[in-house]
Protein backbone atom coordinates (compact mmCIF):
# COMPACT_ATOMS: atom_id res chain seq x y z
CA UNK A 1 0.00 0.00 0.00
CA UNK A 2 1.48 3.68 -1.21
CA UNK A 3 2.23 6.38 1.58
CA UNK A 4 -0.09 8.57 1.85
CA UNK A 5 2.94 11.22 2.16
CA UNK A 6 4.48 10.36 -0.68
CA UNK A 7 0.42 10.26 -3.37
CA UNK A 8 0.25 13.97 -1.83
CA UNK A 9 3.81 15.19 -2.52
CA UNK A 10 3.13 13.89 -5.93
CA UNK A 11 -0.21 15.18 -6.66
CA UNK A 12 1.16 18.95 -5.09
CA UNK A 13 4.16 18.68 -7.91
CA UNK A 14 1.64 17.82 -10.63
CA UNK A 15 -0.60 20.54 -9.54
CA UNK A 16 2.50 22.78 -9.07
CA UNK A 17 3.93 21.41 -12.81
CA UNK A 18 0.23 22.38 -14.28
CA UNK A 19 -0.44 26.01 -12.37
CA UNK A 20 3.45 27.04 -14.10
CA UNK A 21 2.51 25.54 -17.21
CA UNK A 22 -0.70 27.80 -17.23
CA UNK A 23 1.93 30.73 -15.92
CA UNK A 24 4.63 30.29 -18.54
CA UNK A 25 2.03 29.59 -21.88
CA UNK A 26 1.24 32.95 -22.44
CA UNK A 27 4.76 33.93 -21.89
CA UNK A 28 6.23 31.83 -24.04
CA UNK A 29 3.83 33.33 -27.01
CA UNK A 30 4.28 37.01 -26.09
CA UNK A 31 8.47 35.80 -26.65
CA UNK A 32 7.30 34.46 -30.04
CA UNK A 33 5.71 37.23 -30.81
CA UNK A 34 8.20 39.83 -29.92
CA UNK A 35 10.99 37.96 -31.30
CA UNK A 36 9.23 37.58 -35.20
CA UNK A 37 8.92 41.36 -34.18
CA UNK A 38 12.29 41.98 -33.38
CA UNK A 39 13.67 40.13 -37.04
CA UNK A 40 11.28 42.16 -39.13
CA UNK A 41 12.11 45.39 -37.89
CA UNK A 42 16.01 43.80 -38.46
CA UNK A 43 15.00 43.80 -41.93
CA UNK A 44 13.42 46.65 -42.27
CA UNK A 45 16.49 48.27 -40.75
CA UNK A 46 18.68 46.79 -43.05
CA UNK A 47 16.35 47.60 -45.72
CA UNK A 48 16.57 50.98 -45.08
CA UNK A 49 20.65 51.02 -44.73
CA UNK A 50 20.42 49.46 -47.93
CA UNK A 51 18.49 52.39 -49.32
CA UNK A 52 20.23 55.25 -48.01
CA UNK A 53 23.54 53.88 -48.86
CA UNK A 54 22.28 53.62 -52.41
CA UNK A 55 20.99 57.50 -52.10
CA UNK A 56 24.45 58.36 -50.72
CA UNK A 57 26.10 57.13 -53.80
CA UNK A 58 23.90 59.21 -55.88
CA UNK A 59 23.82 61.96 -54.02
CA UNK A 60 27.80 61.79 -54.83
CA UNK A 61 27.33 61.75 -58.10
CA UNK A 62 25.23 64.91 -58.27
CA UNK A 63 26.66 66.83 -55.63
CA UNK A 64 29.57 68.56 -57.09
CA UNK A 65 27.32 69.89 -59.60
CA UNK A 66 24.98 71.38 -57.04
CA UNK A 67 27.50 72.23 -54.38
CA UNK A 68 28.81 74.78 -57.04
CA UNK A 69 24.94 75.76 -58.14
CA UNK A 70 24.49 76.29 -53.49
CA UNK A 71 27.55 78.51 -53.12
CA UNK A 72 26.92 80.74 -55.99
CA UNK A 73 23.16 81.40 -55.08
CA UNK A 74 24.26 81.82 -51.13
CA UNK A 75 27.16 84.06 -52.09
CA UNK A 76 24.65 87.75 -51.98
CA UNK A 77 22.93 86.57 -49.27
CA UNK A 78 26.19 85.43 -46.46
CA UNK A 79 27.90 88.54 -47.38
CA UNK A 80 24.88 90.94 -46.63
CA UNK A 81 23.98 88.78 -43.50
CA UNK A 82 20.62 87.83 -41.79
CA UNK A 83 17.48 89.90 -41.52
CA UNK A 84 15.64 90.09 -38.02
CA UNK A 85 13.03 93.03 -37.62
CA UNK A 86 13.86 93.13 -34.17
CA UNK A 87 17.25 93.48 -34.62
CA UNK A 88 16.63 96.50 -36.85
CA UNK A 89 14.23 98.27 -34.17
CA UNK A 90 16.92 97.43 -31.26
CA UNK A 91 19.17 98.58 -33.61
CA UNK A 92 17.86 101.85 -34.49
CA UNK A 93 16.78 102.27 -30.46
CA UNK A 94 20.61 101.84 -29.51
CA UNK A 95 21.21 105.11 -31.62
CA UNK A 96 18.17 107.54 -30.59
CA UNK A 97 17.37 107.57 -34.38
CA UNK A 98 13.60 107.70 -35.95
CA UNK A 99 12.67 105.44 -38.28
CA UNK A 100 12.77 108.15 -40.79
CA UNK A 101 16.44 108.80 -39.83
CA UNK A 102 17.01 105.28 -40.07
CA UNK A 103 15.91 105.16 -43.27
CA UNK A 104 17.97 108.07 -44.35
CA UNK A 105 20.83 106.20 -43.04
CA UNK A 106 20.00 103.17 -44.65
CA UNK A 107 19.19 104.72 -48.28
CA UNK A 108 15.11 104.44 -48.05
CA UNK A 109 12.27 105.71 -46.56
CA UNK A 110 10.79 106.17 -43.09
CA UNK A 111 7.98 103.89 -44.03
CA UNK A 112 9.91 101.00 -45.60
CA UNK A 113 11.80 100.86 -42.34
CA UNK A 114 8.37 100.97 -40.24
CA UNK A 115 7.25 98.11 -42.41
CA UNK A 116 10.53 96.38 -42.37
CA UNK A 117 10.50 96.23 -38.28
CA UNK A 118 6.29 95.29 -38.27
CA UNK A 119 7.16 92.07 -40.50
CA UNK A 120 5.06 93.69 -43.31
CA UNK A 121 7.86 93.43 -45.35
CA UNK A 122 11.71 92.49 -45.76
CA UNK A 123 14.46 94.48 -46.58
CA UNK A 124 15.56 94.05 -50.54
CA UNK A 125 19.44 92.67 -50.92
CA UNK A 126 20.83 95.89 -51.53
CA UNK A 127 19.36 97.44 -48.24
CA UNK A 128 21.11 94.43 -46.15
CA UNK A 129 24.54 95.54 -46.23
CA UNK A 130 23.21 99.21 -44.96
CA UNK A 131 21.15 97.74 -42.22
CA UNK A 132 23.97 95.32 -41.04
CA UNK A 133 26.35 98.14 -40.73
CA UNK A 134 24.48 100.18 -38.62
CA UNK A 135 25.25 97.38 -36.03
CA UNK A 136 28.97 98.74 -36.13
CA UNK A 137 27.95 102.67 -35.83
CA UNK A 138 28.19 104.64 -32.53
CA UNK A 139 25.18 107.27 -31.70
CA UNK A 140 28.13 109.93 -32.40
CA UNK A 141 29.05 108.50 -35.22
CA UNK A 142 25.49 107.74 -36.99
CA UNK A 143 24.69 111.12 -35.95
CA UNK A 144 27.58 112.57 -38.05
CA UNK A 145 25.98 110.42 -41.12
CA UNK A 146 23.00 111.87 -40.55
CA UNK A 147 23.94 115.17 -40.83
CA UNK A 148 26.34 115.01 -43.96
CA UNK A 149 23.93 113.33 -45.61
CA UNK A 150 21.25 116.00 -44.65
CA UNK A 151 23.26 118.41 -45.38
CA UNK A 152 24.21 117.08 -48.94
CA UNK A 153 20.84 117.06 -50.05
Not at 55 to 63: I, N, S, T
Request: include cysteine; proline fraction near 3%; hydrophobic fraction near 40%.
Amino acid sequence: MPNIASLLKAEIARVARKEARLEVEPLKKALAAHRTDIAALKRRAQAAEQELNKLRKAGAKVAPATAQAQAQAQAPTSQSGRFSAKGLQTQRKRLGLSAEDCGLLVGTSGQSVYNWESGKARPREKHLAAINALKTLGKKTATAHLVSIRTAA
